[in-house]
Every structure is written in structure tokens, then in C-alpha cells.
């Protein structure tokens, strides 16, 4: 469950709220632009108070919830090109973001000591 | 000679003529390279990040010199790097890519154990060696040393230059930034289909940038260019055999979408001082720091064949005070990582072009002075030792 303030964003939680590169990677890859640009659309006038919110929370000690608003902040903020930059060309973007190995762990946490 | 040919101007020596191209797909080149370059030139290996405490170690495999590196960080504080090989039958001491230890690295084939100032502390049944020395069973050292924080290694057994000799002009230029600002936040490494040439030559100029895709317009639009679109450096210097370029920013640049959101997110401020919006250094042969205001990313190209490259990318950011300039973060990384996926088709399409034959040089203009200044201190490296081998002391 996302923080109490966000409920009406619980909709997008599955498939969106993803720890992984690979995982935001696939989804990027795979969902139709259509579907990438609702959930952006939805995100897009909450971000503001979802940016409040986690101003007040340590990265390193979240709860549940906390990082499940994260994680789903954080596909936002990695598709939001798909949406912004390449929907003109009705690509969601370079295939080749699948090829990188990412090597700081689920949400950058293992590097974010 | 174009109209304004700052660079050529700046530095003649570089020539304004075409570049030959057979060193990009040949082998012969990249055994040269790894016996004249990489075994001979200081390699950053990672950064202070990689080992911040006592006790902690990393290790590096460089492909191109079949070398696995161990750097430690020992008790003393000091960092060390040292051939990930154990004294005994030359097994790879440590199996996994890094960590933190109580201080002893332990070979999982007959359990030789090792300090991490390299010393040789415990062996297993050992009354039924013979003569056996510890003392002298130490790990093969590396030269080693630390600049501004990132870990260089040495391959030769007494380097010819110091660190700092090496660096040149890069540590009067560096001054004092105040690095130590920066953490390390996200590391990616990328299989890449070129030569490590290639790879670094696309990222040694920014004239693509308009044409490339989507997300190298945005950065364009973010640059400042000429009526055309066109980048333009502000400055570029040659440091001895290292490099920078910078860019200014576009004074009528406005942020729009989620970017105007991303700018009213408060962040730790981290003022590192730049010659532009953009400075992108080369340090000879194959590492690169670039700065975005508050930030640095670094790349290394690491040779694996002639026609393919460990890309390493990493970017750094002041350390997330909280969750949401963690998320801010992402959003930097993510805008970097969709530009450099765009390259990654660019980097193998020269390849395959350049692997045809079609063409024995290629034409570079006057923003392109990186790459040239790069294959001109390239070539000085072949022609150095060609005649090493031509006076029979190579």
C-alpha cells in the first residue's frame, strides 16, 4: 500500500512500482506508449506532493509504504522521456537502454549508503 | 581552414587533415595497445567509493591485460592494489567483486590467507611445505596511487612517471574542486560492439547532439550552439596528453515537463567549479570525467577485443539527504543513461563501418579537436614504440 496521502495512485502500483533498472527497462520496452503516457498523466500533477512527502523520509530507513511510493516515483521520473521525448516519434526509446548492467541494487539503495 | 578554426589555430600541431582509421579494426593494434598503452599508462581502477573503510576491497578484471585487481583498503588506511593471485598455484585469491573483511582475504583453493597490506598470514597444513618463507609470499604488488579521490594503477614494476607526472596539466587544472562532495550513487557497465576508440570518440565531441535522437535535442536545446543548432565549446585545452572541452549553457534555454518539476525539488547543493555548463576531461588513455552543475560522471573503456568494449559508467551526486533527491537522482541518471543508449547504436554502426573497409580515414572538423588531440597522442604512443622496436629495446 502507498502512503495514505497517494491511495488515489494505488492503480498504478502493478505493473509500475518496480525496484529494478531492468525492470523499468522492460516495462518501458514493452507497454504501449498509450499506456506509459496514463500513467504519466496521472503522475505528472501529483509529483509535486509526492516530492514533499519523501523530502521528509531517509532513503536509508523507509518503511513499506514509503518505499513503494519510491519505487513507483522512480518509473516515473525513468519513463517520463518515453512520454516527453519520443512520443513524437512513436518510439518509447532506445532499445538499447536494456543492455545496461546496472550495479548499484534495487532503487540505487546499495550505493546510496 | 574553416572560418573560425579556433582550435586548429589554438594548437597547430594537431593538423586539420584526415585521421587514418585501420587502427580502430586491426589486431595488431590492440596488441600494441595493451603492451605500449594499457601496461604502461597509470588506469583508473574506481574511486574511494569503491573501498571507503578499513577492512574493505574491490576487484577489477582488465580484460586487455588478463589482470585481476585487488585494491584494499587496510587498517593503516593506506590503499593498495595488488595482483588478485595467490602465492601458492596462482589461484584467484578473492572470487567475488568486492566487500569488507576483518582485515584477511582467505584463497578458496587451499585456504592461503592474506592481510590487506598483502602479507602472507596464515597457510593451511603448512609444516608440510618445505623452506617455506612467508615473508616472501606475499600478493604482487601494483603501483598504486590516489588523485582527488579516484584509484590509479600502474602495470609496469617501476612506472616511468609518478601519478602526478602522468596527470600533467590535469592537476593544475583540477585545482581543488571539492570532489569529496560527490558520492558515488549509480554504476552501469554496457557490453558494447566497438573498438574502445570508437566508444570514446563519440563521447569526445558533442556535434551529434542535434542530430543523434530525442534525448541528445534535449541536451542540444540545453547547450549553447550557433544559428544552426551547432554546439560550440567555450574552451578547449590540451593538458599535456589529456583533455577537456566545455560548454556553455544556452542563455534562453527554458525547462519544460517533468524537468521544470525536477528544478523546484530542493537538492544538497554541491558547487564544484566549472569552465562551463559541460566539461568533459579525457584522461589518456581511456577514462573520462565529465561535470553537469552538481554532479560528475566518469566512463571508462576497458578493451575486451578489437571490435568490443566495457563501457563503465558511473555518475555521482552529493549523498541523498532525502528519499526525494534520491528520486531526483534517478531522473539525472536516467536523462544521461537515454542519451548514452542512443550512442551505444551509433558506436556499433561505425564499427561495422569502419570493419568493411570502405574507407582508410576519417574527417573530423574543428569542434572534433578531442578526438583528434586523442589519436594524435595515440599515434605518439606507436611511433614511440615502433621506435623502441626499430633500436631492439622494446
Known amino acids: 500500500m502507498l502512503p495514505s496521502a497517494f491511495t488515489d495512485l494505488e492503480r498504478w502500483v502493478d505493473p509500475f512500482a518496480v525496484e529494478s533498472d531492468d525492470d523499468r527497462s522492460r516495462l518501458r520496452l514493452e507497454w504501449s506508449l498509450d499506456e506509459i503516457t496514463a500513467f504519466h498523466q496521472a503522475m505528472f500533477p501529483r509529483f509535486a506532493a509526492i516530492m514533499e512527502h519523501l ?15 519510491v519505487a513507483l516515483a522512480v518509473t516515473f521520473v525513468e519513463l517520463s522521456a518515453a512520454v516527453e521525448h519520443y512520443g513524437p516519434t512513436g518510439t518509447n526509446g532506445a532499445r538499447d537502454i536494456i543492455r545496461f548492467e546496472a550495479k548499484h541494487g534495487l532503487l540505487g539503495l546499495a550505493l546510496a549508503r | 581552414m574553416t572560418q573560425s578554426a579556433r582550435w586548429a589555430r589554438k594548437y597547430p600541431e594537431l593538423g586539420t587533415g584526415p585521421v587514418p582509421v585501420d587502427h580502430f579494426v586491426e589486431q595488431q593494434y590492440l596488441d600494441f595497445e595493451r603492451e605500449h598503452i594499457f601496461r604502461t599508462a597509470w588506469l583508473n581502477v574506481g574511486r574511494i567509493d569503491d573501498v571507503p573503510t578499513p577492512g574493505s576491497y574491490v576487484v577489477r578484471e582488465i580484460e586487455i591485460l588478463r ?34 573483511c576483518r582485515g584477511y582475504l582467505s584463497c578458496q583453493f587451499h585456504g592461503w590467507t592474506y592481510d590487506l597490506e598483502g602479507r602472507l598470514r596464515g597457510v593451511l597444513d603448512e609444516e608440510n611445505f618445505f623452506d617455506l618463507d612467508k ?25 616511468e612517471e609518478t601519478l602526478v607526472e602522468f596527470l600533467g596539466g590535469i592537476v593544475e587544472e583540477f585545482g581543488k574542486r571539492g570532489l569529496e ?183 573530423l572538423q574543428d569542434e572534433e579537436v578531442q578526438i583528434r588531440s586523442f589519436h594524435y597522442v595515440w599515434r605518439q604512443y606507436l611511433e614511440a614504440a615502433r621506435g623502441r622496436d626499430a633500436a631492439g629495446v622494446a
Request: proline share 6%; glycine share 6%; charged share 20%.
Open chain 2, 135 to 159: 615473508d616472501k609470499l606475499g600478493l604482487a604488488p601494483l603501483a598504486c596511487d590516489v588523485w582527488e579521490g579516484f584509484i590509479f594503477v600502474n602495470f609496469q614494476p617501476q612506472p
Open chain 2, 67 to 100: 589482470a585481476s585487481v585487488l585494491v584494499t583498503h587496510a587498517s593503516d588506511g593506506v590503499i593498495r592494489a595488488f595482483h588478485n593471485v595467490c602465492s601458492h598455484r596462482a589461484n584467484r585469491l578473492v572470487w567475488n567483486d568486492g566487500g569488507t
Open chain 2, 181 to 363: 562532495q560527490l558520492s558515488l550513487a549509480f554504476r552501469y557497465d554496457v557490453d558494447d560492439g566497438a573498438n574502445w576508440k570508437v566508444a570514446l570518440d563519440a563521447q569526445n565531441e558533442i556535434y551529434h547532439l542535434p542530430v543523434l535522437g530525442p534525448v541528445h535535442g534535449a541536451f542540444t536545446d540545453f547547450f549553447a550552439t550557433n544559428e544552426e543548432g551547432c554546439t560550440r565549446f567555450n574552451e578547449f585545452k590540451r593538458l599535456g596528453r589529456h583533455t577537456v572541452y566545455s560548454t556553455g549553457m544556452n542563455p534562453e534555454w527554458v525547462p519544460a515537463g517533468l524537468e521544470q518539476l525536477i528544478l523546484e525539488v530542493p537538492t544538497t547543493p554541491a558547487p564544484i567549479p566549472q569552465n562551463g555548463v559541460f566539461d568533459f576531461y579525457v584522461i589518456f588513455p581511456n577514462f573520462v570525467m565529465g561535470f553537469l552543475p552538481g554532479s560528475m560522471f566518469t566512463y571508462n573503456f576497458w578493451p575486451v577485443a578489437v571490435d568490443r568494449t566495457i563501457w563503465e559508467i558511473r555518475a555521482h551526486f552529493p549523498r541523498a539527504a532525502n528519499a526525494a533527491e534520491l528520486v531526483v537522482q534517478h531522473y539525472r541518471k536516467a536523462r544521461l543513461r537515454d542519451a548514452q543508449a542512443e550512442d551505444i547504436e551509433g558506436h556499433e554502426n561505425v564499427q561495422a563501418g569502419l570493419a568493411s573497409r570502405a574507407k582508410t580515414t576519417m574527417v
Open chain 1, 55 to 69: 523530502a521528509e523520509v531517509d532513503p536509508r530507513s523507509m518503511s513499506d509504504e514509503q518505499r513503494l511510493l
